[in-house]
Nanobody, 126 residues
Framework: QVQLVESGGGSVQTGGSLRLSCLASGYRFSHYCLGWFRQPPGKEREWVAAISPLGGTKYYADSVKGRFSISQDNAENTLYLQMNSLKPDDTATYYC???????????????????WGQGTQVTVSS
């Protein structure tokens, strides 16, 4: 049974940093998409960042490009999201996700993912 557990969320002021972690069990990091999504209050879930381990390509939404960095540690089976220069608009519940079959540019789309974590709250105050 695949389980993804996020941690690292919290409350920070504008300009601050947080590092989110996503520990996977029952799922081996190999070729397929790993991603981060977020859902701001009252809005729909949106894609934030993704990595396609096959080739190592990383993708970022325009809203976070240059501020967020996605990475993975295969030995620890953990996915990370380093978030710098945080803004109030980054306030959301953040979810990690893993795919069972997709890679490449497909990693940007939520319906390509099979497994989801429960989410961790990030709140950025002005």
């Amino acid at each position: 049974q695949v389980q993804l557990v996020e941690s690292g969320g919290g409350s920070v002021q504008t300009g601050g940093s947080l590092r989110l972690s996503c520990l996977a069990s029952g799922y081996r990091f190999s070729h397929y998409c790993l991603g981060w999504f977020r859902q701001p209050p009252g809005k729909e879930r949106e894609w934030v960042a993704a990595i396609s381990p096959l080739g190592g390509t990383k993708y970022y939404a325009d809203s976070v490009k240059g501020r967020f960095s996605i990475s993975q540690d295969n030995a620890e089976n953990t996915l990370y999201l380093q978030m710098n220069s945080l803004k109030p608009d980054d306030t959301a519940t953040y979810y990690c996700a893993a795919s069972a079959a997709m890679y490449g540019s497909n990693c940007r789309y939520p319906d390509r993912y099979n497994y989801w974590g429960q989410g961790t709250q990030v709140t950025v105050s002005s």
